[in-house]
């Protein structure tokens, strides 16, 4: 017993030397403390590693006090009087935390939310539904007194999962009606009843049932009863081996007989209907002629071919064995190619004059074209004789701009002649030997390198020569400003 008290007192001892050390009573120089980064998790006193860089005593990681060495190194830290760090103590007693190194044992944990869980399936297999996701109060959950989690636990959202069945079922059936006569046993009554208590929808089954119900009338009296015929008797043989027939079937009026001054059954004792015992063979008959094919079989112009037409055996088609229709299903018709006839083409219509060439001066011109299109040739129909282009001169354009006399300037052109001299000199343009020329036809083609100019003004034997082929003559205007393009020469 005296051990087991030795014992405890062992351990108050080093117990209270341990409340003084978290309490941050000083430790005797003699007595200073080792602080270490890392403290092995076994319980209180772990060993320890890897030395602190700090110190606030001579040598490296000496310290006074727990607080010194533990606010360096934090709670993963630990201390010891060793300086090898076994027996090391955890900081976490001296920081105030928990044994596992969480949050202060007194301070309260407020609760923060999971992730929310997926959404779920829909609540119903068909029409608009809810699906629900959902999150708990456990990251972490709420401790020491700390508030729960803000917000809602649970989301919803609507689902729609499509029209759903629906089956039909019946009404309440209606009040009968009125009866059918007034008197007898067979009078009877109605009543009905309607599908659409619902109505089916998306593909639900109808009703099962009847609509209509039917019963004899209660309470009428007595009366005449008019005879009524029996059922029908079996049907005799028909009247032919093949083809249309008839056959006939009889009945008697006692069913009932007339009594009470009824009147006899109204209508007729024998009856009749075709029968068929088979069929009779029907020959084939020939349809009305189709249209004559539209093309000629012929392929030069104006050679005689044929066209075809053709019929068929179908009014009616043969059955029943029957023959075929007699004679030809095609017949033919003489016809002369004209489609393969040369076409010469024809000229359109003139189109819009374009823009003026030029916007001063008497030299401007503007043109027109038209197409050979009404008809184009075709099949070696000649090419549309005369003009594919007009030009005609733009009237009432000003003047072109001249240099005014005695400027002096000559410009920029060195073959310019100067009237008068020094600076006053006015420039004397070259004159364009083409201009010599007195009808626009001529200075066209001479501008365009087909004719010389004249040598001189005036003279005719350098004016355009007479047009002598057909084409010349087709191009030739009647019109000096009426001009066939001829940038193809």
Not at 147 to 153: A, H, L, M, Q
Not at 186 to 205: H, K, L, S, V, Y
């Amino acid at each position: 017993m005296c051990l087991v008290y030795s014992y405890l007192l062992l351990i108050a001892v080093g117990f209270i030397s341990i409340l003084n050390n978290v309490k941050g009573n000083p430790v005797p120089a003699d007595e200073r403390i080792f602080c270490f980064q890392n403290h092995e998790p076994r319980g209180r006193y772990g060993p320890c590693d890897t030395p602190s860089n700090s110190s606030d005593a001579d040598g490296e990681n000496v310290f006074d006090t727990p607080e010194d060495c533990c606010t360096i190194v934090g709670q993963g830290g630990g201390y010891t009087p060793n300086r090898s760090g076994s027996r090391c103590t955890s900081c976490t007693s001296v920081l105030g935390m928990d044994e596992n190194g969480g949050n202060p044992v007194d301070d309260p944990v407020d609760g923060g939310w999971s992730d929310w869980i997926g959404w779920t399936d829909c609540s119903v297999t068909c029409g608009e539904g809810m699906k629900t996701k959902t999150r708990t109060c456990t990251n972490p959950a709420p401790a020491n007194g700390g508030r729960d989690c803000n917000g809602e636990s649970n989301k919803e959202k609507t689902c729609d999962m499509g029209s759903c069945v629906v089956d039909g079922n019946w009404g309440n059936w209606g009040s009968y009606g009125i009866c059918s006569a007034t008197c007898g046993r067979t009078a009877t009554q109605t009543r009905t009843r309607e599908c659409d208590d619902p109505a089916p929808q998306n593909g639900g089954t109808a009703c099962d049932g009847d609509s209509e119900q039917t019963r004899i009338c209660p309470g009428l009296p007595n009366c005449p009863i008019d005879g009524g015929w029996s059922s029908w008797g079996v049907w005799s043989d028909c009247s032919t081996t093949c083809g249309a027939g008839l056959q006939v079937q009889v009945r008697v009026c006692n069913n009932p007989s007339p009594q009470y001054g009824g009147q006899d059954c109204p209508g007729d004792a024998v009856r009749s209907e075709p029968c068929n015992v088979k069929a009779c063979p029907i020959p084939g008959g020939w349809s009305n002629w189709g249209e004559w094919s539209p093309s000629c079989s012929a392929t030069k112009c104006n050679e005689v071919g044929l066209q075809l037409r053709q019929r068929l055996c179908d009014n009616p088609p043969p059955q029943n064995n029957g023959p075929y229709c007699r004679g030809s299903s095609y017949s033919s018709q003489p016809c002369t190619n004209t489609d393969a006839c040369p076409v010469d083409g024809g000229w359109g219509e003139w189109g819009e004059y374009g823009e003026c060439s030029e916007t001063c001066g008497d030299l401007s011109q503007r043109t027109r074209m038209r197409e050979c299109n009404n008809p184009a040739p075709r099949n070696g129909g000649l090419e549309c004789m005369g003009i594919g282009v007009q030009a005609q001169g733009c009237d009432g354009l000003q003047p072109c701009p001249t240099p005014s006399p005695g400027s002096g300037d000559c410009g920029d052109d060195e073959d310019a002649d100067c009237q008068g001299s020094g600076s006053g000199a006015t420039p004397t343009p070259t004159p364009d030997p083409c201009s010599l020329f007195e009808n626009y036809y001529s200075y066209d083609l001479c501008t365009k390198g087909i004719i010389d100019p004249p040598d001189v003004p005036g003279n005719e034997d350098d004016m355009a020569p007479t047009p002598t082929t057909a084409t010349e003559q087709a191009t030739q205007p009647d019109d000096p400003f009426a001009y066939e393009s001829f940038s193809s020469f």
